[in-house]
Nanobody
Framework: QVQLVESGGGLVQPGGSLRLSCAAS????????MAWYRQAPGKQRELVAG???????NYADSVKGRFTISRDNAKNTVYLQMHSLKPEDTAVYYC????????WGPGTQVTVSS
């Protein structure tokens, strides 16, 4: 069973940048389409960005041009590079298989505030 651990969150000012990492244990990681999700207080979890096993990517309209998802299959790790952060990006960020079928990890808190 794959286990996921997210890291890299923190407090950043508007306009700042962060790089999130998601380390996956278990085998077969390179075959799975992966994604980053986020959940803001009082809101449903939403898809932020996805990446296929071959490296094709897609993004929510709200983050296009600001966020970049990538993966390193040799390290069983998915990344989310975030630039030009806005207060509305504040949320707990999670990674998972694109269909959300892995057990959810603890997430990493991103807070954008001055």
């Amino acid at each position: 069973q794959v286990q996921l651990v997210e890291s890299g969150g923190g407090l950043v000012q508007p306009g700042g940048s962060l790089r999130l990492s998601c380390a996956a244990s278990g085998s077969g990681f390179s075959y799975y389409p992966m994604a980053w999700y986020r959940q803001a207080p009082g809101k449903q979890r939403e898809l932020v960005a996805g990446i296929t096993s071959g490296g094709d990517t897609n993004y929510a309209d709200s983050v296009k041009g600001r966020f970049t998802i990538s993966r390193d299959n040799a390290k069983n790790t998915v990344y989310l590079q975030m630039h030009s952060l806005k207060p509305e990006d504040t949320a707990v960020y999670y990674c998972n298989k694109r269909d959300g079928s892995f057990p959810w990890g603890p997430g990493t808190q991103v807070t954008v505030s001055s």
